[in-house]
Protein backbone atom coordinates (compact mmCIF):
# COMPACT_ATOMS: atom_id res chain seq x y z
CA UNK A 1 0.00 0.00 0.00
CA UNK A 2 1.23 3.32 -1.35
CA UNK A 3 2.65 5.56 2.31
CA UNK A 4 -0.01 8.52 1.23
CA UNK A 5 -3.17 5.83 1.64
CA UNK A 6 -1.79 3.83 4.88
CA UNK A 7 -3.76 4.59 7.96
CA UNK A 8 -3.00 8.32 9.80
CA UNK A 9 -0.65 7.54 12.55
CA UNK A 10 -2.83 10.02 15.21
CA UNK A 11 -4.43 7.45 17.52
CA UNK A 12 -0.63 6.42 18.30
CA UNK A 13 0.75 10.01 18.71
CA UNK A 14 -2.44 10.51 20.92
CA UNK A 15 -2.06 8.07 23.32
CA UNK A 16 2.13 9.20 23.72
CA UNK A 17 1.01 12.94 24.50
CA UNK A 18 -2.06 12.05 26.56
CA UNK A 19 0.64 11.41 29.51
CA UNK A 20 1.79 14.97 29.46
CA UNK A 21 -1.79 15.90 29.51
CA UNK A 22 -2.46 13.69 32.61
CA UNK A 23 0.17 15.56 33.80
CA UNK A 24 -0.76 19.07 33.59
CA UNK A 25 -4.14 17.24 35.27
CA UNK A 26 -2.83 15.95 38.03
CA UNK A 27 -0.15 19.18 38.52
CA UNK A 28 -3.00 21.43 38.11
CA UNK A 29 -5.45 19.93 41.01
CA UNK A 30 -2.83 19.07 43.50
CA UNK A 31 0.07 21.01 43.44
CA UNK A 32 -0.82 23.79 42.12
CA UNK A 33 -4.35 24.30 43.29
CA UNK A 34 -5.57 25.75 39.84
CA UNK A 35 -9.46 25.12 40.26
CA UNK A 36 -9.33 26.62 43.94
CA UNK A 37 -8.31 29.84 42.67
CA UNK A 38 -11.28 29.82 40.36
CA UNK A 39 -14.23 28.93 42.92
CA UNK A 40 -15.31 32.38 43.46
CA UNK A 41 -16.16 33.32 39.80
CA UNK A 42 -14.00 33.90 36.48
CA UNK A 43 -10.53 35.48 36.32
CA UNK A 44 -8.88 37.63 33.72
CA UNK A 45 -5.54 35.12 32.60
CA UNK A 46 -3.29 37.98 33.06
CA UNK A 47 -5.07 37.70 37.34
CA UNK A 48 -4.62 33.54 37.31
CA UNK A 49 -1.57 33.76 36.10
CA UNK A 50 0.05 35.95 39.04
CA UNK A 51 -1.89 34.40 41.42
CA UNK A 52 -0.69 30.72 40.74
CA UNK A 53 2.88 32.55 39.75
CA UNK A 54 3.04 31.37 36.08
CA UNK A 55 4.90 32.91 33.35
CA UNK A 56 3.36 33.19 29.99
CA UNK A 57 4.67 30.04 28.33
CA UNK A 58 3.01 27.52 31.10
CA UNK A 59 0.15 29.23 31.46
CA UNK A 60 0.01 29.04 27.55
CA UNK A 61 0.33 25.47 27.93
CA UNK A 62 -1.71 24.79 31.08
CA UNK A 63 -4.85 26.69 30.38
CA UNK A 64 -5.89 25.94 27.29
CA UNK A 65 -5.23 22.05 28.38
CA UNK A 66 -7.41 22.45 30.94
CA UNK A 67 -10.35 24.72 28.42
CA UNK A 68 -9.85 21.27 26.17
CA UNK A 69 -9.91 18.84 28.90
CA UNK A 70 -13.56 20.62 29.52
CA UNK A 71 -12.50 21.53 33.38
CA UNK A 72 -11.83 25.33 32.23
CA UNK A 73 -14.04 27.82 29.76
CA UNK A 74 -13.61 31.78 28.64
CA UNK A 75 -16.47 33.55 29.37
CA UNK A 76 -18.16 36.27 27.24
CA UNK A 77 -15.29 39.14 28.40
CA UNK A 78 -12.29 36.17 27.76
CA UNK A 79 -11.75 35.41 31.40
CA UNK A 80 -11.62 31.73 32.88
CA UNK A 81 -14.32 30.45 34.60
CA UNK A 82 -14.95 26.98 35.91
CA UNK A 83 -17.33 24.72 34.22
CA UNK A 84 -19.65 22.19 35.62
CA UNK A 85 -17.34 19.47 35.58
CA UNK A 86 -14.40 21.89 36.74
CA UNK A 87 -16.74 22.33 39.53
CA UNK A 88 -15.88 18.78 40.59
CA UNK A 89 -12.44 20.04 41.18
CA UNK A 90 -12.88 22.20 43.92
CA UNK A 91 -13.17 21.34 47.52
CA UNK A 92 -16.37 22.06 49.56
CA UNK A 93 -18.09 20.87 46.33
CA UNK A 94 -19.82 17.48 47.68
CA UNK A 95 -18.50 15.45 45.64
CA UNK A 96 -15.47 16.05 43.99
CA UNK A 97 -12.82 13.98 42.46
CA UNK A 98 -9.55 15.92 44.49
CA UNK A 99 -8.74 13.12 46.57
CA UNK A 100 -8.74 10.33 44.14
CA UNK A 101 -6.60 12.32 41.27
CA UNK A 102 -4.72 13.19 44.28
CA UNK A 103 -4.18 9.17 44.76
CA UNK A 104 -1.73 10.15 41.76
CA UNK A 105 0.04 13.30 43.13
CA UNK A 106 3.44 11.88 43.97
CA UNK A 107 3.49 10.36 40.47
CA UNK A 108 7.20 11.43 39.61
CA UNK A 109 6.02 12.71 36.25
CA UNK A 110 3.03 15.09 37.75
CA UNK A 111 5.36 16.13 40.54
CA UNK A 112 8.37 17.10 38.13
CA UNK A 113 5.62 18.41 35.53
CA UNK A 114 4.03 20.97 38.72
CA UNK A 115 8.21 22.09 38.88
CA UNK A 116 8.51 23.05 35.19
CA UNK A 117 4.73 24.69 35.39
CA UNK A 118 6.33 26.53 38.22
CA UNK A 119 10.09 27.27 36.75
CA UNK A 120 8.93 27.33 33.32
CA UNK A 121 11.53 24.31 31.82
CA UNK A 122 13.25 22.22 34.38
CA UNK A 123 15.21 23.61 36.94
CA UNK A 124 19.19 22.06 35.11
CA UNK A 125 19.50 23.11 31.82
CA UNK A 126 23.01 22.86 32.00
CA UNK A 127 23.28 19.99 29.72
CA UNK A 128 21.41 21.58 27.29
CA UNK A 129 17.90 20.92 25.62
CA UNK A 130 16.54 18.50 23.28
CA UNK A 131 16.24 19.53 19.54
CA UNK A 132 17.30 23.40 20.62
CA UNK A 133 21.09 24.76 19.70
CA UNK A 134 21.40 28.53 21.07
CA UNK A 135 24.19 29.84 23.18
CA UNK A 136 22.38 29.05 26.89
CA UNK A 137 24.20 26.05 26.75
CA UNK A 138 26.08 22.76 24.73
CA UNK A 139 23.65 21.38 22.37
CA UNK A 140 22.72 17.98 22.27
CA UNK A 141 22.26 18.80 18.53
CA UNK A 142 26.09 19.11 18.78
CA UNK A 143 27.17 15.80 20.31
CA UNK A 144 27.56 12.96 17.81
CA UNK A 145 25.69 10.37 20.02
CA UNK A 146 22.57 12.21 21.24
CA UNK A 147 21.95 14.06 17.99
CA UNK A 148 21.74 11.04 15.97
CA UNK A 149 19.39 9.20 18.45
CA UNK A 150 17.33 12.51 18.75
CA UNK A 151 17.44 12.79 14.42
CA UNK A 152 16.72 9.30 13.68
CA UNK A 153 14.15 9.44 16.58
CA UNK A 154 12.10 11.81 14.30
CA UNK A 155 12.78 9.88 11.38
CA UNK A 156 9.54 7.68 11.19
CA UNK A 157 7.44 10.72 11.39
CA UNK A 158 9.39 12.14 8.82
CA UNK A 159 8.74 9.31 6.75
CA UNK A 160 5.13 8.94 7.27
CA UNK A 161 4.34 12.50 7.19
CA UNK A 162 6.69 13.64 4.43
CA UNK A 163 5.12 12.98 1.20
CA UNK A 164 1.85 14.25 2.50
CA UNK A 165 3.49 17.19 2.91
CA UNK A 166 5.69 17.73 -0.06
CA UNK A 167 2.46 16.90 -2.41
CA UNK A 168 0.94 20.26 -0.64
CA UNK A 169 3.88 22.31 -1.22
CA UNK A 170 3.96 24.45 -4.56
CA UNK A 171 5.25 22.77 -7.94
CA UNK A 172 8.81 24.50 -8.62
CA UNK A 173 11.61 24.36 -10.56
CA UNK A 174 13.20 27.19 -8.18
CA UNK A 175 15.00 26.65 -4.99
CA UNK A 176 13.40 25.28 -1.71
CA UNK A 177 15.33 26.06 1.55
CA UNK A 178 14.17 23.37 4.72
CA UNK A 179 15.50 24.94 7.79
CA UNK A 180 16.29 23.01 10.63
CA UNK A 181 15.41 20.04 7.86
CA UNK A 182 16.52 17.08 10.60
CA UNK A 183 16.35 13.86 8.73
CA UNK A 184 15.82 15.80 5.34
CA UNK A 185 12.99 13.48 4.49
CA UNK A 186 10.65 16.53 3.44
CA UNK A 187 13.31 17.60 1.11
CA UNK A 188 14.01 14.44 -0.84
CA UNK A 189 10.26 13.86 -1.49
CA UNK A 190 9.63 17.54 -2.53
CA UNK A 191 12.55 17.41 -5.12
CA UNK A 192 11.21 14.09 -6.32
CA UNK A 193 8.00 15.49 -7.11
CA UNK A 194 10.11 18.69 -8.82
CA UNK A 195 12.61 17.22 -10.89
CA UNK A 196 14.55 20.17 -12.25
CA UNK A 197 14.30 22.00 -8.15
CA UNK A 198 17.21 22.17 -6.28
CA UNK A 199 17.12 21.99 -2.00
CA UNK A 200 18.94 23.32 0.50
CA UNK A 201 18.71 21.50 4.37
CA UNK A 202 20.20 23.16 6.84
CA UNK A 203 20.61 21.90 10.10
CA UNK A 204 23.76 20.96 12.83
CA UNK A 205 26.39 19.67 11.19
CA UNK A 206 26.09 16.68 13.28
CA UNK A 207 22.53 16.04 11.94
CA UNK A 208 23.73 16.65 8.36
CA UNK A 209 26.00 13.63 9.06
CA UNK A 210 22.60 11.37 9.82
CA UNK A 211 20.62 13.25 6.82
CA UNK A 212 23.38 12.73 4.53
CA UNK A 213 23.25 8.41 5.22
CA UNK A 214 19.76 8.79 4.72
CA UNK A 215 19.79 10.76 1.68
CA UNK A 216 22.63 7.26 0.27
CA UNK A 217 19.22 4.47 1.27
CA UNK A 218 16.95 7.42 -0.16
CA UNK A 219 18.50 7.37 -3.42
CA UNK A 220 18.94 4.28 -3.70
CA UNK A 221 14.77 3.41 -3.18
CA UNK A 222 14.39 2.69 -6.65
CA UNK A 223 11.81 5.50 -7.38
CA UNK A 224 11.55 7.11 -10.15
CA UNK A 225 14.30 9.80 -9.62
CA UNK A 226 15.57 9.21 -6.42
CA UNK A 227 19.20 9.07 -8.24
CA UNK A 228 19.37 12.39 -8.96
CA UNK A 229 18.16 13.91 -5.97
CA UNK A 230 21.75 14.04 -4.11
CA UNK A 231 23.44 16.37 -6.84
CA UNK A 232 20.28 18.65 -6.47
CA UNK A 233 20.66 19.08 -2.49
CA UNK A 234 23.02 21.29 -0.79
CA UNK A 235 24.22 20.30 3.21
CA UNK A 236 24.20 23.54 4.79
CA UNK A 237 25.94 23.70 8.40
CA UNK A 238 24.68 26.51 10.31
CA UNK A 239 22.54 28.29 13.46
CA UNK A 240 19.25 29.75 12.42
CA UNK A 241 19.19 31.63 15.19
CA UNK A 242 22.98 33.86 13.75
CA UNK A 243 23.92 32.83 10.30
CA UNK A 244 23.06 34.67 7.25
CA UNK A 245 20.21 32.40 5.52
CA UNK A 246 20.73 31.54 1.52
CA UNK A 247 18.07 32.87 -0.42
CA UNK A 248 15.44 31.03 -1.65
CA UNK A 249 12.06 30.63 -3.45
CA UNK A 250 10.42 28.12 -0.64
CA UNK A 251 11.26 28.44 2.87
CA UNK A 252 9.82 25.36 4.90
CA UNK A 253 9.64 25.40 8.63
CA UNK A 254 8.77 21.86 9.71
CA UNK A 255 8.31 21.13 13.50
CA UNK A 256 10.82 23.92 14.10
CA UNK A 257 8.92 27.18 15.64
CA UNK A 258 7.38 24.93 18.56
CA UNK A 259 10.68 24.28 19.82
CA UNK A 260 10.87 28.12 20.37
CA UNK A 261 9.78 30.53 23.09
CA UNK A 262 7.60 33.18 21.51
CA UNK A 263 10.06 36.07 21.28
CA UNK A 264 12.77 33.66 19.31
CA UNK A 265 9.59 32.70 16.98
CA UNK A 266 9.28 36.38 15.86
CA UNK A 267 12.91 36.68 15.72
CA UNK A 268 12.74 33.74 13.34
CA UNK A 269 9.69 34.61 11.11
CA UNK A 270 11.93 38.11 10.16
CA UNK A 271 14.84 36.23 9.15
CA UNK A 272 12.89 34.02 7.40
CA UNK A 273 10.52 36.46 5.64
CA UNK A 274 14.49 38.00 4.60
CA UNK A 275 15.72 34.85 3.12
CA UNK A 276 12.53 34.54 0.74
CA UNK A 277 12.64 35.99 -2.52
CA UNK A 278 9.85 38.48 -3.48
CA UNK A 279 7.01 35.79 -5.07
CA UNK A 280 8.09 33.36 -2.52
CA UNK A 281 6.42 31.52 0.20
CA UNK A 282 6.96 30.47 3.96
CA UNK A 283 5.67 27.36 4.46
CA UNK A 284 4.92 26.19 8.25
CA UNK A 285 4.18 22.54 9.14
CA UNK A 286 3.05 21.83 12.54
CA UNK A 287 0.71 21.24 14.79
CA UNK A 288 -2.12 24.13 15.83
CA UNK A 289 -3.63 25.52 19.13
CA UNK A 290 -7.34 26.89 18.05
CA UNK A 291 -7.17 30.87 18.10
CA UNK A 292 -9.18 30.46 20.89
CA UNK A 293 -6.67 28.68 22.47
CA UNK A 294 -8.82 26.26 23.99
CA UNK A 295 -7.58 22.59 22.21
CA UNK A 296 -7.67 20.86 20.47
CA UNK A 297 -6.75 18.56 23.28
CA UNK A 298 -4.75 15.95 20.86
CA UNK A 299 -2.32 19.66 19.98
CA UNK A 300 -2.78 20.65 24.40
CA UNK A 301 -1.28 17.40 24.98
CA UNK A 302 1.22 17.89 22.24
CA UNK A 303 1.64 21.08 23.88
CA UNK A 304 2.38 19.99 27.26
CA UNK A 305 4.69 17.72 25.65
CA UNK A 306 7.05 20.06 23.82
CA UNK A 307 6.99 22.48 27.13
CA UNK A 308 8.34 19.68 28.79
CA UNK A 309 11.25 18.78 26.24
CA UNK A 310 12.05 21.96 24.48
CA UNK A 311 11.94 25.38 24.98
CA UNK A 312 8.36 25.81 22.97
CA UNK A 313 5.36 24.77 23.14
CA UNK A 314 2.76 24.69 20.14
CA UNK A 315 0.84 27.72 19.04
CA UNK A 316 -2.43 28.93 17.31
CA UNK A 317 -2.51 29.63 13.37
CA UNK A 318 -3.36 33.41 14.32
CA UNK A 319 0.07 33.53 16.52
CA UNK A 320 2.08 32.41 13.73
CA UNK A 321 -0.03 34.98 11.25
CA UNK A 322 0.84 37.60 14.06
CA UNK A 323 4.44 36.90 13.51
CA UNK A 324 4.36 36.92 10.01
CA UNK A 325 2.74 39.54 9.39
CA UNK A 326 5.22 41.57 11.71
CA UNK A 327 7.75 40.41 9.72
CA UNK A 328 6.28 41.58 6.87
CA UNK A 329 5.10 38.91 4.70
CA UNK A 330 1.40 38.19 3.61
CA UNK A 331 -0.42 35.16 5.42
CA UNK A 332 -3.10 33.25 3.30
CA UNK A 333 -6.18 31.80 5.38
CA UNK A 334 -5.15 28.56 4.10
CA UNK A 335 -5.43 25.29 6.93
CA UNK A 336 -4.11 22.16 5.00
CA UNK A 337 -4.32 19.23 7.57
CA UNK A 338 -1.49 16.58 7.21
CA UNK A 339 -1.86 13.60 9.10
CA UNK A 340 -1.08 12.99 12.86
CA UNK A 341 -2.92 16.50 14.33
CA UNK A 342 -0.34 17.98 12.46
CA UNK A 343 -1.21 20.40 9.14
CA UNK A 344 0.21 22.99 6.72
CA UNK A 345 -0.27 27.15 6.87
CA UNK A 346 1.70 29.61 4.34
CA UNK A 347 2.56 33.30 3.78
CA UNK A 348 3.64 34.76 0.79
CA UNK A 349 6.75 37.84 0.29
CA UNK A 350 5.17 40.13 -2.24
C1 LIG B 1 12.14 19.06 16.03
S1 LIG B 1 13.46 18.95 14.91
C2 LIG B 1 12.63 19.08 13.35
C3 LIG B 1 13.37 18.42 12.24
C4 LIG B 1 12.59 18.35 10.90
N1 LIG B 1 12.26 19.66 10.41
C5 LIG B 1 11.38 17.49 11.04
O1 LIG B 1 10.26 18.01 11.00
O2 LIG B 1 11.53 16.26 11.18
C6 LIG B 1 14.28 20.49 15.12
C7 LIG B 1 15.58 20.61 14.36
O3 LIG B 1 16.09 21.94 14.62
C8 LIG B 1 17.49 21.86 14.58
N2 LIG B 1 18.06 23.06 15.23
C9 LIG B 1 17.93 23.42 16.52
N3 LIG B 1 18.57 24.58 16.74
C10 LIG B 1 19.12 24.95 15.55
C11 LIG B 1 19.88 26.08 15.15
N4 LIG B 1 20.20 27.05 16.01
N5 LIG B 1 20.26 26.14 13.84
C12 LIG B 1 19.92 25.18 12.97
N6 LIG B 1 19.18 24.09 13.30
C13 LIG B 1 18.78 23.99 14.58
C14 LIG B 1 17.78 20.58 15.32
O4 LIG B 1 19.09 20.12 15.10
C15 LIG B 1 16.68 19.66 14.78
O5 LIG B 1 17.12 18.91 13.67
Request: glycine share 8%; hydrophobic share 40%; with cysteine.
Amino acid sequence: MPENSSPDLAPITRHLRAMFGSRLLIAAVNHLAVFEELRNGPLSVSELRHRLVLNERPASVLFPALCAMELLEYNETGSLQLTDLGRHLVQGHTPNLIGYVGLEKDDPGAVEMAVRLRNDGPLDTSQGVSFVKDDDAPSPMDDAELSRMFTLGLAGRARKLSPIVAANLPKSNGHLLDVAGGTGFYTFEWLLLNQQATATILDRPAVLAVASELLDEFSQSGRPGAETVRERVTFRAGDMLTDELPNTDILLAASLFHDWPTETCQMLATRFATAIRPGGELWVHDAFLNDALDGPLAVTDYSAQLFWNTKGRCYSRQEYRQWFIKAGLQPTNENIPTQMDYGLIRARKL
